[in-house]
């Protein structure tokens, strides 16, 4: 490990950014559940109404709540894998140092717009905790659960493409490699 390596590494970031990870990949494991959950549910009711003639009142809430949460619990990792849609036609045919400044404004661009619409859609959520409304099919839950998850998504998305904005990292390398270092 170089000086400047063990610099960098004691950075005030560094610790917030590994944070940040672990928040990012518990969420998609979390994610990972849901899906065994919709798996599980769907099955569960295909036995039950072809089988015993039992159908449940139950599982088509349960996949459409595992579905929303399992959405917006991976999209963060998505973005810090960068597996978000990247059309590189224009970075690509630029020049190295150009395609990297115009990157990072695509970047801050984005993190830009993550953050005011998760700051909206934390406002929506924000009133339907405060006024109770709850969701409308069988099984119903109180909707800020589900909507609390989405300014979620997006603030977490919005600090990834921040890092990636602000990273030490050549941006327009690192969009066509994946996970950020």
Sequence with gaps: MTSRDLKQSRSWAAPLGAAHDAITQLGFY??????????GSYCYEI?????FSAPT?????M??????????LVTPELARNRGHILISILPDTLPSNIADIYMRIIYLLSAVVCMVV?????????????????????????????SALIPYALFSSGIYFMRFA??????HEASTEGVLS
Excluded: D
């Design 30 to 39: 979390i994610s990972g559940l849901c899906l065994l959950i919709i798996v």
């Design 118 to 146: 998760g700051w909206l859609c934390f406002g929506v959520a924000l009133s339907q905790f405060h006024s109770g409304i709850n969701t409308v099919n069988e099984w119903r839950i109180p909707k800020w659960y589900l």
């Design 63 to 72: 996949v459409a709540y595992m579905l929303c949460a399992m959405l917006f």
């Design 47 to 51: 036995a039950a109404r072809y089988f």
């Design 166 to 171: 602000f990273s030490k990292q050549r941006a």
């Design 57 to 61: 009142r139950w599982a088509g809430a």
